[in-house]
């Protein structure tokens, strides 16, 4: 083979017990758990909000977004749940371009996996402590769920990782909810494949062991919008595709049964200033239906400090470096304003 082998990375138990929780961490994670957990299962009639950077690329900056957020989530809380994103690894369409900070904790400096699997536990940790809220990653690389596992309160698996083995089988043995998101061919047959795969049982192997999984009912349908043949995005955020979707979930009788949107990505076709109009539209439509109001349970949203994208070096601070991303004043109205119709 031509790996070159650069350095051993450490073992997930090594990395918690460096960077460990406080009792106050793990008791504000269990009451946010349950609470998310409740908005799926149908007991809580909140509205979920995902809300934050495309990518966490900077300590500093996402935990004074997150901060931000907190105040917003304290006036909302009735009706809202909201769920910082700190996404932490990146899928690459090229191979080419940011890897998020597991990668590199510095976007100025070369890759190092070892610092970056520390910054981005210390970095989780730090928001819980400070804003009371358990946050959301994307789960790129499976075997790397373990290092975090104490920490997150929501997981996404993306579009080009949804027909992945590893990762249905991965999933099947997490607790939190982990949304499905259509592949980007749009094709919801595949997400809802994942979803029935994720939810079952299992025994595979996992970072050198056989393990067996118990599924995780909490598995459900995230709508990202798709891409067509000719390189074109089609959105299915719309009554039409919501309703199909429903239909196409009752015939497989699925566990607890549940849809979010995603505002950008092809559903945008990535032009992040409509982000506040989809979202609207989407709760305007679970106002008309009260299926769609029963299945469509919250909105992913990509937000940060200031809006748009920079290049790496640019150093604006709380723009994004990755996908542009609506800026702090125009989310934080679309949260006011979505929290008086839910």
Not at 4 to 33: C, F, G, N, T
Not at 108 to 119: F, Q, T, W, Y
Not at 260 to 271: A, E, P, Y
Request: aromatic share 8%; glycine share 6%.
């Amino acid at each position: 083979m031509s790996f070159k082998k650069v350095q051993k990375i450490p073992e997930p138990a090594e990395i918690i017990e460096a960077l460990p929780i406080s009792e106050d961490v793990r008791k504000i994670k269990k009451a946010r758990d349950r609470e998310i957990a409740e908005i799926f299962t149908g007991e809580s009639e909140r509205f979920l909000m995902i809300v934050g950077p495309c990518s966490a690329d900077n300590e500093e900056s996402v935990i004074s977004y997150i901060s931000r957020l907190a105040e917003v989530q304290e006036k909302v809380k009735d009706r809202m749940m909201i769920v910082p994103r700190i996404y932490t690894n990146k899928p690459r369409t090229t191979g080419e371009g940011y890897k998020g900070m597991l990668h590199q904790p510095d976007p100025e400096k070369k890759p190092n996996l070892v610092e970056g699997i520390l910054a981005i536990r210390k970095m989780h940790i730090r928001a819980i402590r400070e804003s009371g809220m358990v946050c959301a990653d994307e789960m790129l690389y499976p075997e790397n769920y373990e290092y975090l596992e104490d920490l997150l309160g929501y997981i996404a698996v993306g579009a080009r990782s949804v027909e992945n083995q590893q990762h249905r089988l991965t999933v099947s043995g997490t607790y939190m909810p982990v949304g499905m998101k259509n592949p980007t061919s749009g094709d919801i047959s595949i997400m809802l494949n994942a979803i029935r795969a994720a939810q079952g049982e299992h025994t595979f192997i996992f970072r050198g062991w056989e393990v067996n999984t118990d599924g995780n009912p909490l598995t459900h349908a995230i709508m990202r919008g798709a891409v067509d043949k000719f390189g074109k995005s089609i959105a299915n955020y719309h009554y039409e595709d919501i309703i199909y979707l429903i239909e196409e979930y009752e015939k497989r009788k699925l566990k607890h049964p549940a849809i979010i949107v995603d505002t950008n990505h092809s559903n945008s076709d990535k032009q992040f200033a409509q982000q506040p109009r989809i979202a609207m539209e989407v709760v305007r439509n679970r106002q008309y239906d009260s299926r769609v109001r029963q299945y469509v349970k919250g909105l992913m949203v990509e937000s940060y400090l200031e809006e748009g994208r920079q290049e790496i070096g640019e150093n604006t601070f709380g723009k994004s470096i990755t996908d542009p991303c609506l800026g702090w004043d125009a989310t934080e109205r679309m949260i006011y304003d979505l929290a008086e119709l839910v």
